[in-house]
């Protein structure tokens, strides 16, 4: 069976796979929401409007209100590539959402994470 692509993957299946990743080192799922709200711009609502559906990845960036343009401040390497040199624009998005996620992880302080 051939690997699906994380383009193609479930919104519903990624998102509880980063919060497990956020609450292994005691963080919230509330953190979680706030990095996503932030990178893409959507509201509290939006999100769990988003999150109830059962759409691609994919759809969830293509229909983001606005990808926040702090985001490009957000370098380093996430599965061995860095993030910055991705060339693919939905890739670099997906990128950037896990590379902020891992740094909630690594107990980064939520105003260095956003870039504020």
Request: one cysteine or more.
């Amino acid at each position: 069976m051939p690997r699906q692509s994380i383009f193609n993957m479930s919104l519903s299946k990624i998102y509880p796979m980063l919060v497990q990743k956020a609450e292994r080192k005691n963080r919230t799922q509330a953190e979680v929401n706030q990095i996503i709200r932030w990178l893409a711009g959507y509201s509290q609502t939006e999100l769990a409007a988003q999150l109830a559906k059962d759409i691609p990845y994919q759809t969830f960036f293509e229909e983001a209100p606005q990808i926040n343009p702090n985001c490009a401040l957000s370098t380093g390497v996430v599965c061995g590539v860095r993030v910055e040199d991705i060339e693919d624009p939905l890739m670099q998005k997906i990128r950037w959402l896990d590379k902020l996620v891992d740094e909630l992880a690594k107990g980064k302080m939520m105003e260095k994470i956003l870039r504020e």
